[in-house]
């Protein structure tokens, strides 16, 4: 009996072994880059007549757009973030900031600004940063309010009518306390373990009653410098 093994079976085995590798590795691909699946955007928007017993001069208005997405890296450690970080910023960020401009009127009507982000329970705080802070999603909005300063932001964990709070700052000047605001609310069926609530907010003014001061005063009565405010 030969020992001598057929040259045609050991090809066959190989294009069987490769289209295998292939499909694995198509497979993984698509795994890794999963299409931005929105199931609901919801918007809030608040407008207070009164603070304090005291009637505003004019309405204090504050609103926010959030876009409830599929985690797609619920349920499991992926070390790379990355693919998904580049096709949903920019999706997230044109659409949500087109919504919020709609809103306002203009983006320069905007006086604050700010950014949030609530994971669900299978998820990792770190995937709710992923989709805020990338320059990828958080431009468009800067650029359509004319902003300087940074966007306020916050990101936990959840489940359905978790709190969602969106901290605002004014967006050209970070020391001015008027505009350091925190819109409030929450989503009842968001977000489930699988997703991810993604949040714009924004204000028209500032606090109706403000009269606090402002940062620049309490460096100039202390002698801080703006760069080292506590003198270290």
Same mark, same amino acid.
């Given at each position: 009996?030969?020992?001598?093994?057929?040259?045609?079976?050991?090809?066959?085995?190989?294009?069987?072994?490769?289209?295998?590798?292939?499909?694995?590795?198509?497979?993984? #691909?698509?795994?890794?880059?999963?299409?931005?699946?929105?199931?609901?955007?919801?918007?809030?928007?608040?407008?207070?007549?009164?603070?304090?017993?005291?009637?505003?001069?004019?309405?204090?208005?504050?609103?926010?757009?959030?876009?409830?997405?599929?985690?797609?890296?619920?349920?499991?450690?992926? #070390?790379?973030?990355?693919? #998904?970080?580049? &096709?949903?910023?920019?999706?997230?960020?044109?659409?949500?900031?087109?919504?919020?401009?709609?809103?306002?009127?203009?983006?320069?009507?905007?006086?604050? +600004?700010?950014?949030?982000?609530?994971?669900?329970?299978?998820?990792?705080?770190?995937?709710?940063?992923?989709?805020?802070?990338?320059?990828?999603?958080?431009?468009? +909005?800067?650029?359509?309010?004319?902003?300087?300063?940074?966007?306020?932001?916050?990101?936990?964990?959840?489940?359905?009518?978790?709190?969602?709070?969106?901290?605002?700052?004014?967006?050209? &000047?970070?020391?001015?306390?008027?505009?350091?605001?925190?819109?409030?609310?929450?989503?009842?069926?968001?977000?489930?373990? &699988?997703?991810?609530?993604?949040?714009?907010?924004?204000?028209?003014?500032?606090?109706?009653?403000?009269?606090?001061?402002?940062?620049?005063?309490?460096?100039?009565?202390?002698?801080?410098?703006?760069?080292?405010?506590?003198?270290?």
């Amino acid at each position: 009996m030969s020992n001598t093994i057929d040259p045609e079976f050991l090809n066959c085995q190989f294009q069987q072994g490769a289209a295998l590798s292939d499909s694995a590795s198509q497979q993984k #691909e698509s795994a890794r880059t999963m299409p931005l699946e929105i199931r609901k955007i919801v918007t809030f928007d608040e407008e207070t007549h009164i603070e304090g017993f005291k009637k505003a001069q004019t309405p204090w208005r504050m609103f926010a757009v959030a876009a409830v997405v599929k985690n797609p890296w619920a349920g499991r450690f992926v #070390e790379d973030l990355k693919p #998904e970080i580049m &096709d949903y910023g920019p999706k997230l960020g044109e659409m949500m900031t087109a919504r919020m401009i709609a809103l306002g009127g203009s983006g320069e009507a905007i006086e604050a +600004y700010g950014k949030a982000a609530v994971v669900g329970v299978d998820g990792e705080i770190e995937h709710a940063s992923a989709l805020i802070h990338t320059l990828r999603f958080g431009n468009f +909005y800067r650029e359509a309010v004319g902003a300087k300063s940074y966007l306020a932001f916050t990101n936990t964990r959840g489940g359905p009518n978790a709190p969602i709070a969106v901290p605002l700052m004014d967006k050209n &000047d970070a020391g001015r306390r008027s505009h350091y605001l925190t819109i409030q609310f929450a989503i009842p069926d968001a977000p489930r373990a &699988d997703e991810i609530v993604v949040v714009l907010g924004a204000a028209m003014s500032g606090r109706p009653h403000h009269r606090i001061g402002d940062r620049y005063q309490d460096l100039k009565d202390l002698g801080h410098d703006v760069d080292n405010p506590a003198s270290v």
